[in-house]
Each structure stands twice: as structure tokens, then as C-alpha cells.
T-cell receptor, first 117, second 113 residues
């Protein structure tokens, strides 16, 4: 199984500030995807951002951006202008691309983010 | 509306009483999978299916069964539930053409006493 590590179980940030969540992963694959998912108190799994390993450019989605360092196997999430609605559990996830269609996601243990008013 | 549905959303049961959690998707997806979420452990895959009648074990399959008789349905069966199966369960699906777009169900909170 692939290993995804999130070393920050909990973090907090002041509203309107910027916060960075860390994620590292271990793989020998060259072709894969990385994701950040958000899980608010409703427990729904919401995709925040996706990065294809073959793309050197870091993905961005509005206030969310990633720092993808392929050689270091690092994939951090930056949230700018934090809002109260960003309070949630955040999971980093890895998917290797297989011809067989086994599109399995491997998740980290999560980082609980609290945005403080 | 494209969606993955799970039933029931909440279930409290007793040790040893067989139960089934249903999962259904309306997007004609080939791939479906089950995860369990536990505090401090994240989500771990239980079983997955690449198409009808094709299933395989994930990382934590012990105590669970699945079947894929129809493309849209992928039920999770606990034949003799135990307290260590108390967890939050998620079903997910995706198409072969866009495997990176995983659709998650709303989750099923299971408590086994």
C-alpha cells in the first residue's frame, strides 16, 4: 500500500490569515494524482484540489493552492484569506494510475483545521 | 443529479447481527469502493470493484463481504459485526475515463454494541 503522511493532527489559524497544511507520500510510481479533501462537520467528503504528477505547475483553486515537490514527495496545501467555513478536517490522498482500473485512493490521517474569528 | 447514495445513514446494532449497508450510484461508473474512517487513522479502503462481478480486497477487508451483481450497486455486508467495526463508512465511485473524479456517498455511521 502507498503511504501518505500528515504530520500535523491539528492546526489553527486566525480568520483572514494564511495557513499551510503539510503532506508527504511514498511511492515508486511516476504517474499518479494527489488530492486534498475537506471534511466539514457534515462529514461529507469534498474535493478541494487535485494535482497531476506529470504537471510541474502547482494547482490552484481560488484561495487554495498547493506546493507540489515531486522529488521530495511533498504536497502541501496553502489556504489564503482563511474563512470560518474552512474549519474542517483535511485529508491528503494519493492515487496511482493503473491500466486495470483499480483507482484506489490512499489517505493520510488528516489535519483538523480550526479558523478562529 | 449525479450522486452516490448510502443507506442507512445511521445504524446501531448488536454484536453478531448480520447487516448490509447499501451503496448505489446513478452515473454508470465502473469503479466502486468502500472505506472506513476512524479517528487518527484517516480513511482506509475495505473492498473495491472494477466492474460487475469483479471485486478485490483493500487494506482492511477482514470481517466484511461485498458483491457487485449490478453495475449501480455495491453493498457492504457485515455477517457477524463486532464492536471494532464501529466506524464511519463511505462508498465512492468513479468512471474509467476520469478515475481522478471520485464521487463519495454521504457516509454511514455504524455503532456495534
Amino acid at each position: 500500500a502507498q503511504t501518505v503522511t500528515q504530520s500535523q493532527p491539528e492546526m489553527s489559524v486566525q480568520e483572514a490569515e494564511t495557513v499551510t497544511l503539510s503532506c508527504t507520500y511514498d511511492t515508486s510510481e511516476n504517474n499518479y494524482y494527489l488530492f486534498w479533501y475537506k471534511q466539514p462537520p457534515s462529514r461529507q467528503m469534498i474535493l478541494v484540489i487535485r494535482q497531476e504528477a506529470y504537471k510541474q505547475q502547482n494547482a490552484t483553486e481560488n484561495r487554495f493552492s498547493v506546493n507540489f515537490q515531486k522529488a521530495a514527495k511533498s504536497f502541501s496545501l496553502k489556504i489564503s484569506d482563511s474563512q470560518l467555513g474552512d474549519t474542517a478536517m483535511y485529508f491528503c490522498a494519493f492515487m496511482k494510475l493503473l491500466q486495470t482500473g483499480a483507482n484506489n485512493l490512499f489517505f493520510g490521517t488528516g489535519t483538523r483545521l480550526t479558523v478562529i474569528p | 443529479e449525479a450522486q452516490v447514495t448510502q443507506n442507512p445513514r445511521y445504524l446501531i446494532t448488536v454484536t453478531g447481527k448480520k447487516l448490509t449497508v447499501t451503496c448505489s450510484q446513478n452515473m454508470n461508473h465502473e469503479y466502486m469502493s468502500w472505506y472506513r474512517q476512524d479517528p487518527g487513522l484517516g480513511l482506509r479502503q475495505i473492498y473495491y470493484s472494477m466492474n460487475v462481478e469483479v471485486t478485490d480486497k483493500g487494506d482492511v477487508p477482514e470481517g466484511y463481504k461485498v458483491s457487485r451483481k449490478e453495475k449501480r450497486n455495491f453493498p457492504l455486508i457485515l455477517e457477524s459485526p463486532s464492536p471494532n467495526q464501529t466506524s464511519l463508512y463511505f462508498c465512492a465511485s468513479s468512471s474509467d475515463r476520469r478515475p481522478y473524479e471520485q464521487y463519495f456517498g454521504p457516509g454511514t455511521r455504524l455503532t456495534v454494541t
